[in-house]
Protein backbone atom coordinates (compact mmCIF):
# COMPACT_ATOMS: atom_id res chain seq x y z
CA UNK A 1 0.00 0.00 0.00
CA UNK A 2 1.03 3.70 -0.88
CA UNK A 3 0.49 5.89 1.61
CA UNK A 4 -0.06 10.07 0.27
CA UNK A 5 2.36 12.50 1.92
CA UNK A 6 -0.08 15.67 2.39
CA UNK A 7 2.63 18.13 2.98
CA UNK A 8 4.82 17.42 0.50
CA UNK A 9 1.96 15.62 -1.97
CA UNK A 10 3.83 12.82 -2.98
CA UNK A 11 3.35 9.39 -2.81
CA UNK A 12 5.73 7.55 -0.59
CA UNK A 13 6.10 3.42 -1.15
CA UNK A 14 5.82 1.33 1.72
CA UNK A 15 8.51 -0.55 2.70
CA UNK A 16 8.17 -4.34 1.26
CA UNK A 17 7.54 -6.94 3.62
CA UNK A 18 10.36 -7.69 6.51
CA UNK A 19 11.33 -7.81 10.07
CA UNK A 20 11.82 -4.38 11.58
CA UNK A 21 13.68 -2.97 14.98
CA UNK A 22 15.35 0.11 15.97
CA UNK A 23 18.00 1.07 13.79
CA UNK A 24 17.57 -2.10 11.11
CA UNK A 25 15.31 -3.39 9.11
CA UNK A 26 16.11 -7.08 7.23
CA UNK A 27 13.85 -8.24 4.17
CA UNK A 28 14.46 -10.51 1.17
CA UNK A 29 16.45 -9.91 -1.90
CA UNK A 30 13.24 -10.76 -3.83
CA UNK A 31 11.38 -7.87 -2.37
CA UNK A 32 13.67 -4.92 -2.25
CA UNK A 33 14.59 -5.98 -6.00
CA UNK A 34 10.58 -6.06 -6.90
CA UNK A 35 9.50 -3.09 -5.34
CA UNK A 36 12.44 -1.32 -7.36
CA UNK A 37 11.20 -3.12 -10.62
CA UNK A 38 7.69 -2.23 -10.04
CA UNK A 39 7.83 1.43 -9.51
CA UNK A 40 10.47 1.52 -12.68
CA UNK A 41 8.13 -0.01 -15.59
CA UNK A 42 9.64 1.42 -18.88
CA UNK A 43 6.76 0.95 -21.32
CA UNK A 44 7.01 -0.05 -24.55
CA UNK A 45 3.92 0.75 -26.70
CA UNK A 46 2.97 -1.27 -29.87
CA UNK A 47 -0.04 0.83 -30.71
CA UNK A 48 -1.81 0.33 -33.90
CA UNK A 49 -5.34 1.84 -33.69
CA UNK A 50 -8.15 3.49 -31.88
CA UNK A 51 -6.94 1.95 -28.33
CA UNK A 52 -3.56 4.18 -28.65
CA UNK A 53 -5.41 7.34 -29.01
CA UNK A 54 -7.01 6.45 -24.97
CA UNK A 55 -3.19 4.99 -23.93
CA UNK A 56 -2.62 8.53 -25.31
CA UNK A 57 -4.88 10.22 -22.75
CA UNK A 58 -3.61 8.05 -20.01
CA UNK A 59 -0.03 9.58 -20.34
CA UNK A 60 -1.41 12.71 -20.34
CA UNK A 61 -1.39 15.33 -17.74
CA UNK A 62 -4.98 14.46 -16.27
CA UNK A 63 -4.23 10.52 -15.56
CA UNK A 64 -0.22 10.72 -15.56
CA UNK A 65 1.19 7.46 -15.60
CA UNK A 66 4.25 9.23 -14.12
CA UNK A 67 2.22 8.74 -11.18
CA UNK A 68 3.37 4.76 -10.86
CA UNK A 69 6.90 5.70 -12.21
CA UNK A 70 5.55 4.28 -15.75
CA UNK A 71 6.29 7.94 -17.84
CA UNK A 72 9.64 6.38 -19.34
CA UNK A 73 8.51 4.82 -22.46
CA UNK A 74 10.80 2.82 -24.39
CA UNK A 75 10.41 2.35 -28.27
CA UNK A 76 13.46 0.30 -28.22
CA UNK A 77 12.57 -3.43 -26.95
CA UNK A 78 16.14 -3.59 -25.43
CA UNK A 79 15.39 -0.82 -23.50
CA UNK A 80 11.94 -1.74 -22.35
CA UNK A 81 10.29 -4.53 -19.48
CA UNK A 82 6.74 -4.03 -20.48
CA UNK A 83 5.16 -4.25 -23.65
CA UNK A 84 1.81 -2.61 -23.82
CA UNK A 85 -0.10 -3.80 -27.03
CA UNK A 86 -3.01 -1.67 -28.12
CA UNK A 87 -5.74 -2.06 -31.23
CA UNK A 88 -6.21 -4.45 -33.89
CA UNK A 89 -3.66 -6.68 -34.61
CA UNK A 90 -3.37 -8.10 -37.81
CA UNK A 91 -2.19 -11.36 -38.76
CA UNK A 92 0.64 -9.89 -41.40
CA UNK A 93 1.82 -8.17 -38.11
CA UNK A 94 2.10 -10.66 -35.68
CA UNK A 95 5.19 -11.72 -36.45
CA UNK A 96 6.59 -8.53 -36.03
CA UNK A 97 4.97 -8.22 -32.65
CA UNK A 98 6.92 -11.69 -31.65
CA UNK A 99 9.82 -10.34 -32.72
CA UNK A 100 9.79 -7.06 -30.52
CA UNK A 101 8.95 -8.84 -28.05
CA UNK A 102 11.95 -11.58 -27.87
CA UNK A 103 13.98 -8.67 -28.47
CA UNK A 104 12.63 -7.49 -24.95
CA UNK A 105 15.47 -8.67 -22.35
CA UNK A 106 14.43 -10.82 -18.81
CA UNK A 107 12.01 -9.85 -16.93
CA UNK A 108 9.73 -8.84 -19.38
CA UNK A 109 5.65 -8.54 -19.54
CA UNK A 110 2.99 -8.01 -21.24
CA UNK A 111 -0.05 -5.77 -20.86
CA UNK A 112 -3.12 -6.37 -23.54
CA UNK A 113 -5.08 -3.26 -23.90
CA UNK A 114 -8.68 -3.77 -24.79
CA UNK A 115 -11.01 -6.09 -26.97
CA UNK A 116 -8.72 -6.29 -30.20
CA UNK A 117 -5.49 -6.91 -28.57
CA UNK A 118 -7.08 -9.70 -26.36
CA UNK A 119 -9.37 -11.59 -28.72
CA UNK A 120 -10.00 -9.89 -32.11
CA UNK A 121 -12.88 -7.74 -30.78
CA UNK A 122 -14.95 -7.00 -33.40
CA UNK A 123 -12.87 -8.06 -36.20
CA UNK A 124 -13.74 -11.82 -36.34
CA UNK A 125 -12.56 -11.68 -40.02
CA UNK A 126 -9.46 -13.45 -41.87
CA UNK A 127 -7.13 -11.10 -41.74
CA UNK A 128 -7.18 -10.02 -38.02
CA UNK A 129 -5.22 -12.15 -35.22
CA UNK A 130 -7.90 -13.25 -32.67
CA UNK A 131 -5.79 -12.45 -29.59
CA UNK A 132 -2.37 -11.49 -28.76
CA UNK A 133 -1.76 -14.81 -26.71
CA UNK A 134 -1.88 -16.59 -30.21
CA UNK A 135 1.67 -15.20 -30.35
CA UNK A 136 2.97 -14.63 -26.95
CA UNK A 137 2.18 -15.28 -23.14
CA UNK A 138 0.02 -11.95 -22.13
CA UNK A 139 0.78 -11.31 -17.98
CA UNK A 140 -2.48 -8.65 -17.62
CA UNK A 141 -5.82 -8.27 -20.02
CA UNK A 142 -7.38 -5.04 -19.95
CA UNK A 143 -11.42 -4.94 -21.40
CA UNK A 144 -13.07 -2.28 -23.07
CA UNK A 145 -13.40 -0.93 -26.74
CA UNK A 146 -11.64 1.36 -25.80
CA UNK A 147 -11.30 0.51 -22.04
CA UNK A 148 -11.21 3.83 -20.14
CA UNK A 149 -7.91 5.38 -18.49
CA UNK A 150 -8.47 4.09 -15.15
CA UNK A 151 -9.28 0.76 -16.45
CA UNK A 152 -5.93 1.33 -18.06
CA UNK A 153 -4.07 2.60 -14.50
CA UNK A 154 -5.99 -0.85 -12.96
CA UNK A 155 -3.85 -2.78 -15.21
CA UNK A 156 -0.80 -1.30 -14.52
CA UNK A 157 -1.29 -1.78 -10.68
CA UNK A 158 -2.29 -5.42 -11.49
CA UNK A 159 1.01 -5.78 -13.36
CA UNK A 160 3.12 -3.99 -10.25
CA UNK A 161 1.54 -6.24 -8.11
CA UNK A 162 2.79 -9.23 -10.39
CA UNK A 163 6.27 -7.72 -10.22
CA UNK A 164 6.15 -7.13 -6.73
CA UNK A 165 5.50 -10.53 -5.94
CA UNK A 166 7.83 -12.44 -9.16
CA UNK A 167 10.41 -14.67 -7.27
CA UNK A 168 13.92 -14.01 -8.72
CA UNK A 169 13.88 -17.66 -9.64
CA UNK A 170 10.68 -17.44 -12.30
CA UNK A 171 12.75 -16.70 -15.33
CA UNK A 172 14.96 -19.70 -14.89
CA UNK A 173 12.34 -22.34 -13.79
CA UNK A 174 11.02 -25.15 -16.01
CA UNK A 175 7.69 -23.72 -15.68
CA UNK A 176 8.43 -20.45 -17.30
CA UNK A 177 11.17 -22.34 -20.11
CA UNK A 178 7.82 -24.54 -20.77
CA UNK A 179 5.63 -21.95 -21.21
CA UNK A 180 7.73 -20.02 -23.68
CA UNK A 181 8.36 -23.57 -25.43
CA UNK A 182 5.16 -23.23 -26.21
CA UNK A 183 5.21 -20.01 -27.71
CA UNK A 184 7.74 -21.51 -30.17
CA UNK A 185 10.09 -19.21 -27.81
CA UNK A 186 13.43 -19.81 -26.40
S1 LIG B 1 -10.76 -2.49 -28.74
FE1 LIG B 1 -12.12 -0.98 -29.70
S2 LIG B 1 -11.10 0.97 -29.29
FE2 LIG B 1 -9.56 -0.63 -29.01
S3 LIG B 1 -8.52 -0.87 -30.98
FE3 LIG B 1 -10.23 -2.31 -30.94
S4 LIG B 1 -11.95 -1.24 -31.92
FE4 LIG B 1 -10.42 0.30 -31.33
Known amino acids: ?23 FFATKLDH ?23 FMATMAAHYDMGRFGAERLSFSPRQ ?11 KKMAPILRQVYTQMAEPRWVLSM ?9 FDT ?13 DVY ?7 PEQVLDGILKIQELIQN ?7 SPEYKALLAGYGIE
Open 1 to 23: METLDKERKINVTDAPPGIEGPG
Open 32 to 54: IIGMARKNSIWPLPFATSCCGIE
Open 80 to 90: ADLLMVMGTIA
Open 114 to 122: GACASSGGI
Open 126 to 138: YSVLQGIDRMIPV
Open 142 to 148: VPGCPPR
Open 166 to 172: ESLRRRS
